[in-house]
């Protein structure tokens, strides 16, 4: 199909000025031509979209998603066996909220290669993706990295399996192993299809809030040679200032929530290593707002952490480093979002705020660096150019050029007058084809209503509940009393 984009303000992500009442002609997926209408060869039949008065920027895309986030126990026997229709109506969240590429960096491999591929072969609507299976390094879902209460009340059978599905020959098993083995484990592990690489180079929190590093520094560059050789991008997860330089000298091609350093601020020799090294920030900013609402729910000791991600955040903008959007975004159950203790996270925050969200969750993002004074078009190229840079797809994503794979998002406002525009989507376009937004999800999973109450629920009666105790009988909380 052949499609001509008339009378909009092109936001090229290449140019430093827009070009107003511009006109785009995409044929067979890519741009043909971009321009004035009149200096544009249009071929007999092309559909025509005029689209006045509006603002045409790349497809936004999204350097850290977790396409099934939410792992857990419940989920997980929910929907056993249906996890590539979890993935698919996550790709469809995304694509709605104009996020044409997204990035899984932790998730179910075989799962989300399936629907991967058929989105490629265009046999499902959704955003583009491109995954790294497990981090390399982590256990499984049921394990201490994650929900480890889990394995103390499920079968071990199912345990098991939900790990391997995640784990494989990636997991913690390979802190054992010297820098050539666990090269060869990295290796074995792309050979089945993953697009880029993720490891640990700190722990995930189960033990030490995030301070334990994972692996070696030697170890570090065997998995980022490893990624290399075979043609991939190599990122660390990264949860201190060590485990972060580390990272950028194994030579990461990005570093994921390189913002999240504990209590202690990013030194800054390590942003001058980010920046003369070029390797990608992956940022998790927190509006104002949320900041606000965090300060108010977490310890004094927990909002120094929070106290010097945002302090990092900021001093990252201008650092010379290039930043990414990015958010941990996933789809979470209703039931989830209800729990007392997720009100201390940043997907327990006001919706607006709600990093973690899949739909809006880069929208709160954008407003966040725009609150720490990053630039209009800094900001523009966060959520696309630079995600496409750091991931070496930018011959094909991540601007608007001739010959370039023509994903495109219409805004009704100007994007470069204030972060919150980016919210206005009037369009979709992805691979030179209108998106019908309306449709997606297709099928609502996660993001259907809570099933309406049982009738016996009116009549229940709760009992003593979530660890409340008789007052004035301190040993009633482990019911030890005699």
Avoid at 154 to 179: I, K, Q
């Amino acid at each position: 199909m052949t499609l001509l984009i008339t009378g909009a303000t092109i936001i090229d992500g290449v140019a430093d000025k827009p070009l107003t009442d511009g006109a785009i002609l995409v044929e067979g997926g890519r741009i043909r031509a971009m321009g004035r209408r009149e200096e544009l060869d249009v071929p007999e039949g092309a559909r025509t979209l005029d689209i006045a008065g509006k603002f045409v920027i790349p497809g936004l895309m999204n350097a850290n998603v977790h396409l099934l986030v939410n792992a857990t126990l419940e989920t997980l026997l929910r929907f056993d066996g249906r996890y590539e229709e979890l993935i698919t109506e996550a790709a469809q969240v995304a694509l709605k909220a104009g996020m044409t590429t997204v990035f899984d960096t932790w998730g179910p491999r075989r799962a989300l290669m399936t629907v991967r591929d058929r989105i490629d072969r265009g046999e499902t609507v959704g955003s583009r993706i491109r995954c790294a299976g497990n981090i390399i390094g982590f256990d499984g879902p049921f394990s201490g990295d994650f929900f480890g209460k889990a394995a103390e009340v499920a079968s071990s059978w199912f345990v098991d399996r939900v790990n391997a599905t995640w784990v494989e020959n990636s997991g913690r098993h390979l802190m054992w192993m010297t820098p050539d083995q666990v090269g060869e484990e990295v290796a074995s592990y792309i050979d089945r299809g993953i697009d880029f690489v993720k490891y640990g180079a700190s722990e995930h929190g189960a033990l030490a809030a995030g301070a334990f590093l994972q692996f070696s520094e030697r170890t570090q560059r065997a998995i980022v040679e490893a990624g290399h050789a075979a043609g991939r991008t190599v990122q660390s997860h990264s949860t201190t200032v060590e485990s972060l330089r580390m990272s950028i000298e194994a030579g990461c091609d990005l570093v994921t929530h390189c913002n999240m350093t504990g209590p202690v601020p990013i030194p800054g020799e390590t942003l001058d290593l980010f920046a003369r090294s070029q390797c990608g920030a992956v940022v998790f900013p927190v509006t104002e707002a949320g900041l606000a609402h965090v300060k108010g729910v977490v310890s004094d000791l927990e909002w120094t952490m929070w106290s010097a991600s945002d302090m990092n955040a900021r001093n990252l903008i201008g650092s010379g480093a290039p930043i990414l959007l990015a958010n941990d975004g996933g789809v979470f159950a209703p039931e989830l979002l209800r729990e007392p203790w997720l009100a201390a996270t940043w997907n327990g925050m006001p919706e607006q705020e709600a990093l973690g969200r899949l739909a809006t969750g880069h929208f709160a993002w954008l407003r966040a660096m725009e609150e720490k004074g990053m630039a209009a078009m800094d900001l523009l190229h966060a959520a696309t150019r630079n995600i496409a840079r750091a991931y070496k797809m930018d011959a094909d994503l991540g601007t608007l050029e001739t010959g370039k794979i023509a994903d495109m998002l219409v805004l009704d406002k100007n994007p470069l007058e204030a972060a919150d525009h980016y919210r206005s989507i009037h369009a979709v376009i992805k691979d030179g084809a209108l998106v019908d937004l309306a449709a997606l999800p297709a099928t609502p999973l996660l993001t259907a209503d809570l099933s309406p109450p049982l009738e016996e629920e009116a009549h229940y009666k709760r009992f003593l509940h979530h660890g409340t105790r008789l007052p004035g009988c301190p040993s009633c909380i482990s019911g030890g009393h005699g």
